[in-house]
T-cell receptor, first 117, second 111 residues
Framework: GAVVSQHPSRVICKSGTSVKIECRSL??????MFWYRQFPKQSLMLMAT?????????EQGVEKDKFLINHASLTLSTLTVTSAHPEDSSFYIC?????????????FGQGTRLTVV | DAKTTQPTSMDCAEGRAANLPCNHS???????VYWYRQIHSQGPQYIIH???NNETNEMASLIITEDRKSSTLILPHATLRDTAVYYC????????????FGAGTILRVKS
């Protein structure tokens, strides 16, 4: 399958600071990327959908000003957690797909473990 | 909300076939059934997907009932490394082609 890479895999930051997570599709052009958050012993929760060159679409209850998503190219999307607080500590996962069609598989990154202290 | 129902957990003996069921009784005609799995602390791994025909690849087989209200993922010869959470997902235009995860099935392969 196609390769999606996330960086960093782990990050610890102080409360009140911002953290940027990168998601790259290494061997294909990703027109659509998805960002998820996963708390311990829970399933993945979709946060937002981003299409290259346009604004992200956020799921209900997700603060767009807190979780800034940029999808500036066909191989890179970034998620910035602004003014992070301990409750933002979670496992963040991105997914990329060649197109937004429902018959095109999406591939996932390895995830980023964020700890806010 | 996820449109699928899966058992919470299942056990399977190593070397035997693992059959993971999924109910999706409200699936629409143009919605696909996707299967992913997640090994602890890793990103989900794509397994297989299908619309109405049975599908097979190097990892698994997907059997979809004729009415499309349920499906079964088959791992033909389960190994210990197949221990993971398996997610059955219905994907379609109603959800903007997004992948919405439910609770999944914890599959434990035992020696």
């Amino acid at each position: 399958g196609a390769v999606v890479s996330q960086h960093p895999s782990r990050v610890i930051c102080k409360s009140g600071t911002s953290v940027k997570i990168e998601c790259r599709s290494l061997d294909f052009q990703a027109t659509t990327m998805f960002w998820y958050r996963q708390f311990p012993k829970q399933s993945l929760m979709l946060m937002a959908t981003s299409n290259e060159g346009s604004k992200a679409t956020y799921e209900q209850g997700v603060e767009k000003d807190k979780f800034l998503i940029n999808h500036a190219s066909l191989t890179l999307s970034t998620l910035t957690v602004t003014s992070a607080h301990p409750e933002d500590s979670s496992f963040y996962i991105c997914s990329a797909t060649r197109g937004g069609l429902m018959n095109t598989e999406a591939f996932f990154g390895q995830g980023t473990r964020l700890t806010v202290v | 909300d996820a449109k699928t129902t899966q058992p919470t957990s299942m056990d399977c003996a190593e070397g035997r076939a693992a059959n993971l069921p999924c109910n999706h009784s409200t699936i629409s005609g143009n919605e696909y059934v996707y299967w992913y799995r997640q090994i602890h602390s890793q990103g989900p791994q794509y397994i297989i997907h299908g619309l109405k025909n049975n599908e097979t690849n190097e990892m698994a087989s997907l059997i979809i009932t004729e009415d499309r209200k349920s499906s079964t993922l088959i791992l033909p010869h389960a190994t210990l490394r197949d221990t993971a959470v398996y997610y059955c997902i219905v994907r379609g235009s109603e959800y903007g082609n997004k992948l919405v995860f439910g609770a999944g099935t914890i599959l434990r392969v035992k020696s």
